[in-house]
């Protein structure tokens, strides 16, 4: 059974930072594609960032040039380095991987618990 397990969210104030990690069970250099989802209260859920196995990235148009992508796959982790945090970037941020060979089961979407942001003065 494979997981992913998020963590890093909090309260910050508007123009502040906040780092989210993820860390997947298991091999997480199998997985192509690892992703960040948010949100909001009465919203739909929405693709953030997405990173490749070889390091291409892709951004909503909302946080661009603000938040960062990462992913280190010896440690198996995948973080969003977010600045200059605004309110309406206030949601749960979910990780999220489609499984494939050697890890999970292939084509099912696995998803994080979530770890809730709130940018706030």
């Known amino acids: 059974q494979v997981q992913l397990v998020e963590s890093g969210g909090g309260l910050v104030q508007p123009g502040g930072s906040l780092t989210l990690s993820c860390v997947a069970s298991?091999?997480?250099?199998?997985?192509?594609?690892m992703d960040w989802y948010r949100q909001a209260p009465g919203k739909e859920r929405e693709l953030v960032a997405g990173i490749t196995s070889g390091g291409r990235t892709n951004y909503v148009d909302s946080v661009k040039g603000r938040f960062t992508i990462s992913r280190d796959n010896a440690k198996n982790t995948v973080s969003l380095q977010m600045n200059s945090l605004k309110p309406e970037d206030t949601a749960v941020y979910y990780c999220?991987?489609?499984?494939?060979?050697?890890?999970?089961?292939?084509?099912?979407?696995?998803w994080g618990k979530g770890t809730l942001v709130t940018v706030s003065s």
């Open positions: 298991g091999s997480m250099s199998r997985i192509p594609d």
């Open positions: 999220h991987a489609i499984g494939r060979a050697g890890w999970g089961r292939p084509g099912l979407n696995y």
